[in-house]
C-alpha cells in the first residue's frame, strides 16, 4: 500500500484517481485525510479560487460550462467544485452538477466534483475549502467553486474565493434576487444571466442602483454616476472599466493600472446568455482582472487571511462538537443542563463549568 508521501506526490503530479479519493476522505470526514493534507501543505499557493453563486435556476451551472471551455481554450487548467444539495437517505448530492458538465469528462485539464451541503446553510461543504486546497497542490490555475442556491445568509462563498461573482436572472419573481442582506455586499462581479429575457435591463440598473447606494452611505455623499449597460454579445474591450478608463475597457490598460484605488467605482455588472456563451469571455477577463489588481495591491493575502481564520475556527468547532459527544463529557453537559434548566445555575456559570472541564481534559 502506497505511503502518505508517495500518494502526496502523485496527488501534486496531478494524478486525478489519487485527487479524487483524497476529496472524498475530505467530505466524509476520513482521518486518513489529514496526514495527506499535511504533507501538501508548504507550497505557496498559486491558483486563482473563484465563487459562483446566487439563486437556484440562475444558469450557475451553465455559465461555469462555458466558462471551463475559455480557460481551456487559453490552455488553463479548471478545477470545479460545484455543491449540490444533499440526499435525505444517503447524505449525498442529488442535482450532480457533473452531468450537466460531461462534455468536459474526457479532457484532463478539468477536474470536477459535487460536493454535497450536507444540511449546511451557508452555500458550501465544510470540505470546501480543503478540497480547493488539495486542487491547487495538484497544478490547477483557476478553481471555480459553484455554490447551492443562496438566500440571505449564505455567504461563506467569500471565505473561500479569491473572487466571488454573483448571478442573478431576470423573471424570478424576485426584482432583486442578490437584494438579501449581506449577499450584496460579496459581489465582486455581478452578472445577469440569461440577458436575452425581458427585464434583464431593469435588473441591471436595479443592481447598479443597490450598489451606488451601498458606495454613497460608506462614502457618507452621493456616488457618480453609473456606467452604460454592458451589451450581450459586445467584446470585452467594450466594457465600460470600472477603474474610470473611459467608455471602452482595455484589459491590457486595466492591467496596467495597478492596484485600485480603495474608493475606485462600483463592481461591474455584466450581462450574459451561458447558454450561447454570449459574455462570457468579458466575465472572464474581468474574472482574471480583479485577481491580479488584488494581488498587485495585497489586498489578496489580506482577504486569504480572513478566510484562513474563519477555517481554523470551522475546524476548532468541530472538534468542539466532537469532545461533545463524549459519554463522560456529555454526561457532565447534561447534568449542567438539567441545573441550568431547574434554575439552580446561571447560563455563564454552566458554560464556564464545561470550558473548564475541556480545558483540564478530564473526562
Given at each position: 500500500?502506497?505511503?502518505?508521501?508517495?500518494?502526496?506526490?502523485?496527488?501534486?503530479?496531478?494524478?486525478?484517481?489519487?485527487?479524487?479519493?483524497?476529496?472524498?476522505?475530505?467530505?466524509?470526514?476520513?482521518?486518513?485525510?489529514?496526514?495527506?493534507?499535511?504533507?501538501?501543505?508548504?507550497?505557496?499557493?498559486?491558483?486563482?479560487?473563484?465563487?459562483?453563486?446566487?439563486?437556484?435556476?440562475?444558469?450557475?451551472?451553465?455559465?461555469?460550462?462555458?466558462?471551463?471551455?475559455?480557460?481551456?481554450?487559453?490552455?488553463?487548467?479548471?478545477?470545479?467544485?460545484?455543491?449540490?444539495?444533499?440526499?435525505?437517505?444517503?447524505?449525498?448530492?442529488?442535482?450532480?452538477?457533473?452531468?450537466?458538465?460531461?462534455?468536459?469528462?474526457?479532457d484532463e485539464g478539468v477536474f470536477i466534483r459535487s460536493?454535497?451541503?450536507?444540511?449546511?446553510?451557508?452555500?458550501?461543504?465544510?470540505?470546501?475549502?480543503?478540497?480547493?486546497?488539495?486542487?491547487?497542490?495538484?497544478?490547477?490555475?483557476?478553481?471555480?467553486?459553484?455554490?447551492?442556491?443562496?438566500?440571505?445568509?449564505?455567504?461563506?462563498?467569500?471565505?473561500?474565493?479569491?473572487?466571488?461573482?454573483?448571478?442573478?436572472?431576470?423573471?424570478?419573481?424576485?426584482?432583486?434576487?442578490?437584494?438579501?442582506?449581506?449577499?450584496?455586499?460579496?459581489?465582486?462581479?455581478?452578472?445577469?444571466?440569461?440577458?436575452?429575457?425581458?427585464?434583464?435591463?431593469?435588473?441591471?440598473?436595479?443592481?447598479?442602483?443597490?450598489?451606488?447606494?451601498?458606495?454613497?452611505?460608506?462614502?457618507?455623499?452621493?456616488?457618480?454616476?453609473?456606467?452604460?449597460?454592458?451589451?450581450?454579445?459586445?467584446?470585452?474591450?467594450?466594457?465600460?472599466?470600472?477603474?474610470?478608463?473611459?467608455?471602452?475597457?482595455?484589459?491590457?490598460?486595466?492591467?496596467?493600472?495597478?492596484?485600485?484605488?480603495?474608493?475606485?467605482?462600483?463592481?461591474?455588472?455584466?450581462?450574459?446568455?451561458?447558454?450561447?456563451?454570449?459574455?462570457?469571455?468579458?466575465?472572464?477577463?474581468?474574472?482574471?482582472?480583479?485577481?491580479?489588481?488584488?494581488?498587485?495591491?495585497?489586498?489578496?493575502?489580506?482577504?486569504?487571511?480572513?478566510?484562513?481564520?474563519?477555517?481554523?475556527?470551522?475546524?476548532?468547532?468541530?472538534?468542539?462538537?466532537?469532545?461533545?459527544?463524549?459519554?463522560?463529557?456529555?454526561?457532565?453537559?447534561?447534568?449542567?443542563?438539567?441545573?441550568?434548566?431547574?434554575?439552580?445555575?446561571?447560563?455563564?456559570?454552566?458554560?464556564?463549568?464545561?470550558?473548564?472541564?475541556?480545558?483540564?481534559?478530564?473526562?
Amino acid at each position: 500500500m502506497a505511503g502518505v508521501e508517495e500518494v502526496a506526490a502523485r496527488i501534486m503530479a496531478g494524478e486525478m484517481r489519487s485527487l479524487a479519493r483524497l476529496i472524498t476522505a475530505l467530505e466524509n470526514g476520513d482521518p486518513a485525510a489529514i496526514p495527506l493534507m499535511k504533507a501538501l501543505a508548504g507550497q505557496p499557493r498559486r491558483a486563482q479560487v473563484v465563487g459562483i453563486t446566487g439563486p437556484p435556476g440562475s444558469g450557475k451551472s451553465t455559465l461555469v460550462d462555458k466558462l471551463i471551455a475559455v480557460l481551456r481554450s487559453r490552455n488553463l487548467k479548471v478545477g470545479v467544485i460545484a455543491v449540490d444539495p444533499s440526499s435525505p437517505f444517503t447524505g449525498g448530492a442529488i442535482l450532480g452538477d457533473r452531468l450537466r458538465m460531461n462534455v468536459h469528462a474526457t479532457d484532463e485539464g478539468v477536474f470536477i466534483r459535487s460536493l454535497a451541503s450536507r444540511g449546511r446553510l451557508g452555500g458550501l461543504t465544510r470540505a470546501t475549502m480543503s478540497a480547493a486546497r488539495a486542487l491547487d497542490a495538484a497544478g490547477y490555475d483557476i478553481i471555480l467553486v459553484e455554490t447551492v442556491g443562496v438566500g440571505q445568509s449564505e455567504v461563506e462563498v467569500i471565505e473561500v474565493a479569491d473572487t466571488v461573482v454573483l448571478v442573478a436572472v431576470p423573471g424570478l419573481g424576485d426584482d432583486i434576487q442578490v437584494n438579501k442582506a449581506g449577499v450584496m455586499e460579496i459581489g465582486d462581479l455581478f452578472v445577469v444571466n440569461k440577458a436575452d429575457r425581458d427585464g434583464a435591463d431593469r435588473v441591471v440598473r436595479e443592481i447598479r442602483t443597490m450598489l451606488e447606494t451601498a458606495a454613497a452611505l460608506k462614502r457618507n455623499s452621493l456616488s457618480e454616476v453609473a456606467p452604460v449597460d454592458t451589451l450581450v454579445g459586445r467584446a470585452g474591450t467594450e466594457l465600460r472599466s470600472h477603474h474610470g478608463l473611459g467608455q471602452d475597457f482595455d484589459l491590457e490598460a486595466h492591467l496596467a493600472l495597478g492596484p485600485a484605488p480603495a474608493d475606485y467605482a462600483l463592481p461591474p455588472v455584466v450581462k450574459t446568455v451561458a447558454e450561447t456563451g454570449e459574455g462570457v469571455e468579458a466575465v472572464l477577463d474581468l474574472i482574471l482582472a480583479h485577481f491580479h489588481a488584488q494581488r498587485e495591491s495585497g489586498a489578496l493575502e489580506l482577504r486569504r487571511l480572513k478566510g484562513a481564520r474563519r477555517e481554523i475556527r470551522n475546524l476548532l468547532h468541530e472538534d468542539l462538537d466532537r469532545a461533545l459527544s463524549l459519554e463522560a463529557l456529555g454526561r457532565q453537559e447534561e447534568a449542567l443542563a438539567l441545573d441550568l434548566a431547574r434554575g439552580k445555575i446561571d447560563t455563564q456559570g454552566a458554560a464556564e463549568s464545561l470550558s473548564a472541564a475541556l480545558r483540564k481534559g478530564g473526562y
